[in-house]
C-alpha cells in the first residue's frame, strides 16, 4: 500500500494544487453547515437559560494555583488544540426564527 501514488476521485494522481483546492471546498462546506438544532438536553438548558435570565446555571468555576512555572505560549497552544479537537468548546447557542439552534465554529489550525 505504502507503493501506491495518491489518487483523486477521478482516479487521476493527486496533485498538491487539488489538495489545496479540495481543503478550501471542504472548508467553505463545514463553515456553510456550522448551524444544527439543539438536542433535547440542550433545549432543556437553554429554556431554564430563558426562563430565569441566569445565563450560568450549569456552570460552575473553581480557581487552580499551579506549583510550578508555566510557559504561557505553551500553554495557549494547548489550550487551543484542545478547542480545536471538541466541537463542544466551540459552540453557541442562540436562536434563528424563535427556534433555538446551536452554532459550531469552525476549527482553526
Avoid at 53 to 64: E, H, K, V
Wanted: hydrophobic share 40%; proline share 6%; with cysteine.
Amino acid at each position: 500500500m505504502g507503493d501506491e501514488a495518491e489518487v483523486d476521485v477521478s482516479g487521476q494522481p493527486a496533485t498538491q494544487q487539488r489538495r489545496r483546492l479540495l481543503s478550501s471546498l471542504m472548508q467553505r462546506q463545514s463553515a456553510a453547515k456550522r448551524q444544527a438544532p439543539m438536542s433535547f438536553a440542550q433545549q432543556r438548558l437553554w429554556f431554564l437559560e430563558q426562563l430565569t435570565g441566569a445565563p450560568s446555571i450549569y456552570t460552575m468555576d473553581s480557581p487552580l494555583r499551579l506549583r510550578f512555572a508555566v510557559d504561557p505560549v505553551i500553554f495557549k497552544r494547548c489550550l487551543n488544540e484542545i478547542v480545536r479537537r471538541h466541537e463542544v468548546l466551540r459552540s453557541t447557542f442562540g436562536t434563528v426564527g424563535g427556534v433555538p439552534v446551536q452554532t459550531v465554529e469552525v476549527a482553526r489550525r
